[in-house]
């Protein structure tokens, strides 16, 4: 892979601090979804920071600017401190959201994050059925969200569903939001599959068809239509079925900081795809010189790294490059055009992927790959004898 030249805080063109942390306390879960964002090599991770290094990130988080806070995993419940950090994160200011499969989320937890001050759980569906949710995360787990979301409600929580979505689940979205809205959702994430992580190695058997993709977005209009301000849907087109790249995390080192659970700061979460960069730990490197001194967030900050045609196109300044992870993964060149871009010389990529979609038509033609321990280091394994 091509890299440019490091950038420094130095360089002329500001670093603004980062307004959003999410903090990913383990790759531990309970689930195995297909499309999970977590790392494939996720086991080779395992290290994870203790509470006291944890609340030292949110107070140096804190002290940069970061002001909104997401708990993810993995599964974050799997975390027995969980409340002590909703605690500490609620008395630096951080506006606080849980992001979780519902899977250990009792009606005691809830009690406790409601007095530590949670702001906010987003509960995640893998689809309006029974059969197919538990089917793609390999559990049985549907009765079990049905019964978390109505202690979610309960307990005076924003309603926030969210369905990730693909070629399977795509012809039922509007089963999914009549779902959403029984369970009285005031808002309800409609994901569409980016391909990283596990979705990148089951793209084949998750990329939807282009007529799936218009059902979908028809059946979520006429919805909002019906619906109003009853509930907000939000619906985001997957990037390979587009001709502009979006500004992935309103661009490289702008506004979001991760933290994994081994401590590795990271300028978006599926950044440990990319070769060739060092990641700085929390353990050994204060966050303000991460942020505004280190090679990893500089790199593709501002202009300077792009490639022709990015550099020359005046729609740099809405989309920034694109994605940096999704450039390398489609062109093996972290530095390339992102090829959803039709400027991209290898947008041909993109639509091939789009293509052979739609004459796959049986899932049984290749088997899923579920995130799991074995997989995990199946795959770690075929990246080390590359």
């Known amino acids: 892979m091509t890299t440019p030249e490091p950038r420094h805080a130095s360089d002329p063109v500001a670093i603004a601090p980062p ?13 195995h979804c297909a499309f999970c964002y977590n790392p494939v090599n996720y086991t080779d991770h395992r290290n994870e920071l203790s509470t006291d290094e944890w609340r030292n990130v949110l107070r140096q988080a804190r002290a ?4 909104q806070l997401g708990f993810s995993g993995g599964e974050p419940l799997v975390r027995d401190d969980l409340e002590v950090l909703v ?50 995360s390999s559990t049985r787990t549907f009765d079990l969200k049905n019964r978390v979301a109505k202690s979610i409600k309960a307990h005076g929580f924003p309603m926030v569903l969210n369905c990730v979505l693909h070629r399977y689940n795509l012809p039922h979205v509007d089963k999914i939001i009549d779902m959403a809205l029984a369970m009285g959702a005031e808002y309800l994430e409609l ?3 980016q391909y990283y992580g596990w979705a990148h190695a089951n793209r ?22 019906e619906i109003g301000e009853r509930c907000k849907i939000y ?27 081994d401590g590795a700061a990271l300028p978006c979460h599926t950044a440990r795809s990319l070769p060739g960069l060092i990641f700085p730990n929390v353990k050994e490197v204060p966050l303000r010189e991460i942020w505004y001194e280190s090679d990893a967030f500089n790199r593709f900050r501002g202009f300077d790294w792009m490639k022709e045609p990015c550099r020359s196109c005046e ?6 490059g694109g994605c940096r992870c999704q450039a390398y993964l489609l062109t093996g060149d972290a530095a390339a055009a992102d090829p959803v871009c039709d400027k991209s010389p290898m947008h041909e990529k993109v639509i091939a992927v ?33």
């Open 354 to 386: 789009v293509r052979q979609a739609a004459s796959i038509r049986e899932p049984g033609e290749q088997p899923i790959m579920f995130r799991n321990d074995a997989n995990s280091r199946l795959v770690s394994g075929e990246q080390g004898a590359r």
């Open 191 to 193: 994901a569409n599959t």
């Open 19 to 31: 307004l959003w942390l999410l903090a990913e306390l383990t790759y531990r879960c309970p689930l």
């Open 315 to 320: 729609e740099k300044l809405i989309d920034a």
């Open 87 to 136: 605690g500490e994160a609620h008395e630096l200011g951080f506006y606080t959201n849980l992001i979780t499969s519902g899977i250990g989320l009792t009606d005691k937890r809830l009690d406790t994050l409601k007095q530590a001050g949670l702001d906010h759980i987003q509960l995640s569906f893998q689809d309006s059925t029974q059969e197919l949710n538990d089917f793609l």
């Open 235 to 261: 619906f985001v087109v997957p990037d390979y079925f587009e001709t502009r790249p979006k500004r992935c995390m309103n661009g490289w080192g702008s506004v979001f900081l991760g933290v994994a659970p």
């Open 64 to 67: 940069l600017g970061a002001a």
């Open 204 to 225: 084949a058997q998750l990329m939807p068809t282009a007529q799936q993709l218009r059902d979908a977005e028809a059946a979520v209009e006429r919805y909002r239509r």
